[in-house]
């Protein structure tokens, strides 16, 4: 990812073809930095550059640079292993980048960050950004070291760069890629996209490839179609199969305003890929949401349009039916309708159909209970006690009103 304004760096040259012109229009495009440290032989990047293009990376997607890296989709480098295992040579072929939606790419439960490099803003900046993810309450959790750890099942090296750009890599092994770069000059765009960079390149380490690979022109406003082929790039169950700008950490560009959040896609797919398992505990079950304020959840029909709002006892009303599809949740009520989050902040109601309003993502919190993000970007479920009556509605953060123990009926 790099700012439009700067000059491109990367040199080199592919099997004699041209090199592809990553560009970007606004904000950032891809990096042409490449880590130091893990330069191949020149046999072997003719084998990474062979397997990718088996994988169906096209030529102009694929660049080697000074130091004998392959980096594909602009900044993230594939190791030979990588390609490998993306290729499915001498693999099992459901491994490599089918994982997208079946096995994790990463096996690991803690990851650690060396941040020993970043300091000042930056060293805040990538605080930050393991917070947005632990956030999550992922199958791994992240922390920040000064150098390794034994309680680390995986290191990922952060290093600081000029400029605005970033550059990673792609997991291989089960374990996340070791690498990250990133631009001393993105903390003048503000926190938000320095946070969004640092959140971009670890995402790729984990696995994730550009939201918008297939037109990068969707968030650069330059650019073509990174390639997908038989097995590059798979689509991540219940995330939109169409980018929009703005509408992905994993775009190929950031725009500079960026808040350095989460959107509702990418933590359907960060759930998606590494969530916890409420679908395997609740699944067609009967459940209750009990509130901060210690009442339940409550899918009413007493005149009052099909609302939600809160109950201090169980009762048929308080009582859902958990119907899951993949990772996302449908709550049934006593009416045979279905929780519907809205696009305004207002009340909750029900809805006689599930479509995307009816879909929730939970995500698990560190004390046992749930959160539960909805359609609608930096939204999670509210149970509010604010002296407008015992509302259920939504809100942009998660605090103590956004968090509800499920309590199985
Ligand atoms: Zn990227």
């Given at each position: 990812?790099?700012?439009?304004?700067?000059?491109?760096?990367?040199?080199?040259?592919?099997?004699?073809?041209?090199?592809?012109?990553?560009?970007?229009?606004e904000?950032?495009?891809?990096?042409?930095?490449?880590?130091?440290?893990?330069?191949?032989?020149?046999?072997?990047?003719?084998?990474?550059v062979?397997?990718?293009?088996?994988?169906?990376?096209?030529?102009?997607?694929?660049?080697?640079?000074?130091?004998?890296?392959v980096?594909?989709?602009g900044?993230?480098?594939?190791?030979?292993?990588?390609?490998r295992?993306?290729?499915?040579?001498?693999?099992?072929?459901?491994?490599?980048?089918?994982?997208?939606?079946?096995?994790?790419?990463?096996?690991?439960?803690?990851?650690?960050?060396?941040?020993?490099?970043?300091?000042?803003?930056?060293?805040?900046?990538?605080?930050?950004?393991?917070?947005?993810?632990n956030?999550?309450?992922l199958?791994?959790?992240?922390?920040?070291?000064?150098?390794?750890?034994?309680?680390?099942?995986?290191?990922?090296?952060?290093?600081?760069i000029?400029?605005?750009?970033?550059s990673?890599?792609?997991?291989?092994?089960?374990?996340?890629?070791?690498?990250?770069?990133?631009?001393?000059?993105?903390?003048?765009?503000?926190?938000?996209?320095?946070?969004?960079?640092?959140?971009?390149e670890?995402?790729?380490?984990?696995g994730?490839?550009?939201?918008?690979?297939?037109?990068?022109?969707?968030?650069?406003?330059?650019?073509?179609?990174?390639?997908?082929?038989?097995?590059?790039?798979?689509?991540?169950?219940?995330?939109p199969?169409?980018?929009?700008?703005?509408?992905?950490?994993?775009?190929?560009?950031?725009?500079?305003?960026?808040?350095?959040?989460?959107?509702?896609?990418d933590?359907?797919?960060l759930?998606?890929?590494?969530?916890?398992s409420?679908?395997d505990?609740?699944?067609?079950?009967?459940?209750?949401?009990?509130?901060?304020?210690?009442?339940?959840?409550?899918?009413?029909?007493?005149?009052?349009?099909?609302?939600?709002?809160?109950?201090?006892?169980?009762?048929?009303?308080?009582?859902?039916?958990?119907?899951?599809?993949?990772?996302?949740?449908?709550?049934?009520?006593?009416?045979?309708?279905?929780?519907?989050?809205?696009?305004?902040?207002?009340?909750l109601?029900?809805?006689s159909?599930?479509?995307?309003?009816?879909?929730l993502?939970?995500?698990?919190?560190?004390?046992?209970?749930?959160?539960?993000?909805?359609?609608?970007?930096?939204?999670?479920?509210?149970?509010?006690?604010?002296?407008?009556?015992?509302?259920?509605?939504?809100?942009?953060?998660?605090?103590?009103?956004?968090?509800?123990?499920v309590?199985?009926?």
């Open positions: 990812m790099m700012n439009t304004t700067d000059v491109l760096r990367r040199t080199g040259m592919l099997l004699g073809l041209g090199l592809a012109a990553i560009g970007c229009a904000g950032v495009s891809d990096s042409d930095e490449s880590a130091a440290e893990l330069s191949l032989e020149v046999d072997e990047v003719d084998e990474v062979a397997n990718m293009l088996a994988a169906g990376y096209p030529e102009s997607e694929i660049e080697i640079t000074e130091d004998d890296q980096i594909v989709g900044d993230a480098v594939v190791t030979l292993e990588a390609s295992e993306i290729a499915g040579v001498g693999a099992d072929p459901s491994m490599g980048f089918r994982q997208y939606r079946t096995n994790n790419v990463v096996n690991v439960g803690l990851i650690c960050i060396n941040g020993a490099a970043f300091n000042g803003a930056m060293s805040d900046g990538l605080d930050i950004a393991i917070s947005r993810f956030q999550q309450g199958d791994f959790d992240i922390i920040r070291t000064g150098g390794w750890n034994p309680a680390c099942d995986a290191m990922i090296q952060a290093n600081v000029d400029g605005t750009g970033g990673a890599g792609f997991p291989s092994g089960g374990l996340p890629y070791g690498t990250i770069n990133v631009g001393d000059d993105t903390i003048n765009f503000g926190m938000g996209a320095l946070v969004h960079l640092i959140l971009h670890i995402g790729h380490c984990i994730f490839r550009h939201t918008d690979y297939y037109n990068r022109s969707i968030s650069c406003n330059t650019g073509g179609n990174e390639g997908s082929g038989a097995v590059g790039a798979n689509h991540i169950h219940n995330t199969t169409t980018a929009v700008m703005h509408g992905s950490i994993m775009n190929s560009c950031y725009p500079p305003s960026s808040p350095g959040e989460w959107t509702s896609s933590i359907t797919a759930q998606e890929l590494y969530g916890g409420f679908c505990q609740y699944d067609g079950q009967t459940i209750a949401l009990r509130t901060a304020h210690n009442r339940y959840v409550r899918a009413g029909d007493s005149g009052e349009a099909w609302g939600l709002n809160q109950q201090n006892f169980v009762g048929p009303w308080e009582r859902f039916t958990v119907v899951c599809d993949s990772a996302q949740v449908s709550l049934l009520t006593a009416h045979n309708r279905w929780v519907r989050a809205g696009d305004s902040h207002v009340q109601d029900q809805q159909f599930s479509g995307p309003w009816e879909q993502t939970p995500i698990p919190q560190k004390d046992g209970s749930w959160a539960f993000s909805t359609d609608h970007n930096y939204s999670f479920l509210r149970a509010g006690n604010d002296g407008e009556g015992w509302r259920v509605n939504q809100q942009t953060f998660v605090g103590a009103w956004e968090k509800f123990t309590v199985p009926q």
